[in-house]
Nanobody
């Protein structure tokens, strides 16, 4: 089992920045891919960014490329999402996810995610 706890969400004006953090605990050696997803009211959950174990490979949704940066500190078992130039359409609940679960069912960017955090709300006002 892997437990994920997100933090760093909040309210910000358009053009502002936020940094989300996700701390992993438990059997983290089973997880190599980590990702951030988001879900806005009335919309499906979507993958935002993904990073591999070493941090040498990242991928992003087209809507956030050039504005968001995913990174990880394996010593701290923490994944970050730096969000710059935020737009109102970035408003959503943001979830951290990890692969390695035998019950994983959400595919994104080559990995299957089955461990989820509780989410952190990001609200961007115009």
């Amino acid at each position: 089992q892997v437990q994920l706890v997100e933090s760093g969400g909040g309210s910000v004006q358009a053009g502002g920045s936020l940094r989300l953090s996700c701390v992993a605990s438990g059997y983290t050696s089973s997880s190599s891919c980590m990702a951030w997803f988001r879900q806005a009211p009335g919309k499906e959950r979507e993958g935002v960014a993904r990073i591999n174990l070493s941090g040498g490979y990242t991928s992003y949704a087209n809507s956030v490329k050039g504005r968001f940066t995913i990174s990880r500190d394996n010593a701290k078992k923490t994944v970050y999402l730096q969000m710059n130039s935020l737009k109102p359409e970035d408003t959503a609940m943001y979830y951290c996810a990890a692969d390695g679960s035998p019950y994983g069912s959400t595919w994104y960017s080559g990995c299957v995610f089955g461990y989820w955090g509780q989410g952190t709300q990001v609200t961007v006002s115009s």
